[in-house]
């Protein structure tokens, strides 16, 4: 063995403690840090040594990361870094994600089951945190755009099979043109039929509600009568990026009853809606779809990476993810994951999801979600307020979706979020035409004294840009 890591090896508890307390003294250190820390000095990220010939062991590269690295990675943990709907890791979920690299499974083999059965188990619970029916079953993935790409490479086979043909077998062309209808989808749906062979251009934009971004049910009903006898997918967001807003998806339901699609509902953190009593009916008719993505690393906050794919039709799931090896599990009526996603390696990532979900169970998270909901409504409200800024649409759940009042250009809007960088982090968007910001609140951490830092800093700011 290395000399070194064999060192390392005599001393791993020592090593392990010495880690612990440098991760400890990062998250002690949250509320003080900024929460995105200035621009490195000039030549600094371009000046990457050689690889060491011989290595310096973990203390010291401990160290050289505390000195070089850890100074320039944002505060994306903490209660003010609003961007991306970013979550944080609740004590239980960190603790579940240092496991998950000390037992270190490929859990997608039920050769070596107990990682399998773990994530099982952690699906039901989810399902039952988000009021599904035991008609769907569930897969972990490694982000919203993996789960999206997930289940519509199952409504691809699903269309070859109301066509007669299988695209897992022969090919996205077997399926000739492809219809996907959707009012305002999230990017990575396009990505994802661009991966899936599909296209980005089966992607078709159906009218939103006026002043909305959910999508019109009749405007859908119209464009579903445009290709009869062609089966199509539906794609219906259960919160929308820019403002949160819901599909109606009993509506779109029920236009089943007239049309033939598959019903994929992007719910990425706006299935955690159905936490709250008082927000649940947004996710109604959420069970009705045929496959959901929901993110967990957003709104659940599990560290990264780390979200649920849902489908009713796991059968189908399986014909396009199978994989044949000897040393693999059967296929069967319960396949193994490796036959679930597109991933043969699958990390553990169910267990920090597990840890958090046993931890604080359905009422701590309810607390989480509701409290940053409220949190949301105290920025709106403030920045309503305020005369340097205007709000675009209602606070409908956890985003703020805002403007400057007077000459609200992309180029100032930039200067206002490098001014306020140190105090809070929110994120670039367009809505309705109009260079905006978007504050999206999904941290565990997040209080109403957050709030009123992250308002006075946007107005001094705004202030001082003029």
């Known amino acids: 063995m290395d000399r070194t890591l064999a060192a390392d090896l005599a001393r791993l508890p020592e090593l392990l403690d010495a880690t612990r307390d440098a991760a400890a003294a990062t998250l002690a250190a949250l509320d003080a840090r900024p929460v995105v820390p200035g621009a490195p000095p000039e030549g600094a990220a371009a000046a990457t040594p050689p690889l060491p010939e011989r290595g310096i062991g973990t203390e010291a590269a401990l160290a050289a990361f505390t000195d070089r690295w850890a100074p320039r990675l944002s505060a994306s943990a903490g209660p003010r870094y609003l961007g991306f709907v970013t979550g944080g890791a609740t004590p239980a979920a960190l603790a579940g994600d240092w496991l998950t690299a000390a037992h270190d499974q490929n859990s997608n083999s039920s050769l070596d089951g107990g990682g399998q059965d773990l994530e099982r188990e952690t699906v039901t619970w989810l399902r039952e945190l988000f009021h599904l029916s035991a008609a769907h079953t569930g897969t972990f993935v490694s982000g919203a755009t993996l789960s999206n790409t997930t289940g519509l490479a199952i409504a691809r086979e699903w269309l070859g099979e109301r066509l007669g043909v299988s695209p897992a077998e022969d090919g996205a062309a077997a399926l000739g043109p492809v219809r996907v209808l959707s009012g305002a989808p999230h990017s990575s749906i396009a990505k994802a039929l661009s991966v899936l062979g599909l296209g980005r251009a089966a992607l078709v934009p159906v009218p939103t509600l006026p002043g909305r971004e959910a999508v019109d049910p009749a405007a859908l009903d119209r464009a579903l009568a445009d290709a009869p006898g062609r089966p199509a997918v539906v794609v219906a967001n259960a ?41 649940a009916h947004l996710t109604a008719g959420l069970d009705a779809s045929d496959s959901i993505c929901v993110d967990l690393h957003k709104w659940l906050n599990v560290p990264y990476d780390s979200a649920v794919q849902f489908t009713r039709r796991r059968d189908l799931q399986a014909r396009v993810f199978q994989n044949a090896a000897a040393y693999l599990g059967p296929l069967g009526e319960n396949p193994d994951l490796v036959h679930l996603t597109p991933e043969n390696s699958h990390r553990l990532r169910a267990l920090a999801a597990w840890f958090t979900l046993r931890a604080y169970g359905r009422e701590g998270h309810r607390e989480i979600v509701e409290r940053d909901i409220a949190c949301a409504r105290s920025l709106g409200e403030s920045l309503t307020g305020d005369p340097y800024f205007t709000l675009l649409a209602p606070v409908r759940l956890n985003v703020v979706c805002f403007t400057l009042s007077q000459t609200p250009t992309a180029a100032r809007l930039t200067a206002l979020r490098e001014a306020a960088g140190p105090e809070v982090f929110v994120t670039p968007t367009t809505y309705a035409g109009t260079p905006a910001l978007r504050a999206a609140f999904s941290n565990w951490r997040t209080t109403q004294a957050d709030v009123r830092r992250i308002a006075q800093a946007l107005h001094t700011a705004a202030k001082e840009l003029g």
């Open 239 to 279: 919160g929308t990026v820019n403002t949160v807003d819901f599909d109606d998806l009993r509506a779109i339901a029920a236009l089943r009853e007239r049309h033939d699609f598959w019903l994929h509902t992007d719910a990425a953190f706006g299935a955690f809606a159905a936490l709250s009593p008082a927000h």
